[in-house]
């Protein structure tokens, strides 16, 4: 009796087991498992908006699947079906990845049309400044030709001050013009062999206070060889470069500026020639020479050249940190 | 009476011959399109691209499984495996493309880049 209870319950064991396999959902095939997270990853990702068609394709696809497989399930056609709707997934993706890539040609478009047209500015921008230049230079050299030709030479107490050695900017080099006026100068200190000289270097504000003084010391030495070239006893020569002090003219035209651009000489017997002298400041400045300061060589700290109408910002060309930096 | 089973056995016959003319089409009809579309992909460059030419290499094994599918009679497995071959080439044609445009987004960077260092 025991024996046929275990059999039966044996029996029914495997009877509800079957039942419940039966009743279990039938394991779907590996494609359709992929068909399912490709399109995922199509539905929640840039896809959907970008083709929103494909996705709905391949939707459709899914689903044709998903009924396929409670049909017949792990069948041929399931896995076909599934298939398909992982390529459709797929073409959905890469039709999204095209849009992306063709609207960041777009963007890089644009911004290289930005660029070009920043390039164009800057193009106009390097012209005008090349323009100018040109033209400073042409005005600097119709400047210093006005100065060379109203050189100035005053007749103080028992002594002669020249103004009329003029420089380009920047430049410590003797014109042909000066050259010829020097020649001139170092004829009459022959003549009066007891007098003695002082030249004078200056240089216009523009730039550096103490290369501006170098500068002028250089341009003093240079008048002083060339004197010496032509026979003047160095010994009765001597030089000192002064800086942008002393300016005869505006340093607020180029014209101006050229002026101060010099070398003055004064010959004679007095005690002190650099002390005495005969030319006035220029009538535009609002201090004499006497009371005028050296300017800080900070362009920031420096007080605009006062008396000219325009003053310091509207300057043309204003203060740079290289000593008289000369037109290109 | 004999005479209307002779009729119904000619019209069974004569409606047998139209239903396998027509799959007959059906079928060419489908081939032709996934030929079309796997010539449009290899039109487009998609050999150039290693995943779409597999693809392709797919579509055209899918076509002569499908042909030769129906040629056995089983048209409805045949019409799945020409969609399979059609999906695959329409993705190596997709795929090709998006290559491409990638390949000039990433040109037209550098060119961006190039010109901004030389600005």
């Known amino acids: 009796v025991k024996k046929n209870r275990s059999l039966r319950f044996g029996a029914l064991g495997v009877v509800l087991g079957s039942v419940a396999a039966a009743c279990q959902p039938a394991a779907p095939s590996s494609e359709l498992v992929t068909a399912r997270r490709v399109y995922d990853q199509a539905r929640q990702g840039a896809a959907a908006e970008l083709d929103p068609a494909g996705v709905q394709d391949a939707q459709a696809s899914l689903q044709a699947a998903e009924a396929v497989h409670e049909e017949a399930p792990g069948s041929n056609r399931e896995r076909n079906h599934a298939y398909i709707a992982i390529r459709k997934s797929e073409l959905a993706l890469s039709r999204a990845r095209e849009a992306t890539a063709l609207d960041e040609q777009e963007r890089i478009a644009r911004a290289q049309g930005a660029e070009m047209s920043q390039a164009a500015v800057l193009r106009a921008e390097a012209e005008l400044r090349q323009r100018e230049r040109e033209l400073g230079a042409v005005l600097e050299a119709v400047a210093i030709a006005a100065a060379e030709s109203g050189a100035m030479m005053a007749q103080e107490e028992g002594a002669v001050r020249v103004t009329g050695v003029f420089f380009e900017a920047g430049s410590d080099e003797l014109s042909p013009v000066a050259r010829k006026q020097l020649d001139i100068i170092a004829n009459q200190i022959e003549s009066n062999p007891e007098a003695s000289t002082v030249i004078e270097g200056f240089t216009d504000a523009r730039g550096d206070e103490t290369q501006n003084l170098e500068l002028s010391q250089r341009r003093a030495n240079a008048v002083r060889e060339y004197l010496s070239s032509r026979g003047v006893d160095a010994e009765r020569l001597e030089a000192v470069g002064l800086g942008e002090n002393y300016p005869v003219a505006s340093n607020t035209t180029p014209t101006g500026r050229a002026t101060n651009r010099r070398v003055e000489i004064a010959t004679g017997a007095g005690p002190d020639l650099s002390s005495a002298r005969a030319l006035p400041p220029h009538p535009e400045d609002d201090a004499p020479p006497e009371e005028r300061e050296l300017e800080p060589s900070d362009p920031s700290e420096r007080e605009p050249v006062k008396g000219n109408d325009g003053d310091y910002p509207d300057d043309p060309q204003p203060r740079e940190p290289d000593a008289e930096e000369p037109s290109p | 009476m004999h005479l209307l ?115």
């Open chain 2, 5 to 119: 089973e002779r009729g119904i056995a000619m019209w069974v016959v004569a409606a047998s011959g139209v239903a396998c003319g027509s799959a007959e089409l059906q079928m060419s009809g489908r081939q032709h399109q996934v030929n079309q579309a796997i010539w449009t992909a290899e039109q487009a460059g998609a050999e150039r691209d290693a995943r779409s030419a597999q693809l392709l290499e797919l579509a055209r094994r899918e076509m002569m499984d499908a042909r030769s599918t129906a040629d056995n009679g089983d048209e409805r497995n045949a019409a799945l495996l020409f969609d399979r071959a059609e999906a695959d080439s329409k993705l190596a044609l997709q795929i090709a493309r998006t290559s491409a445009e990638q390949e000039k987004a990433r040109r037209a960077w550098e060119e961006l880049g190039a010109a901004h260092s030389y600005f």
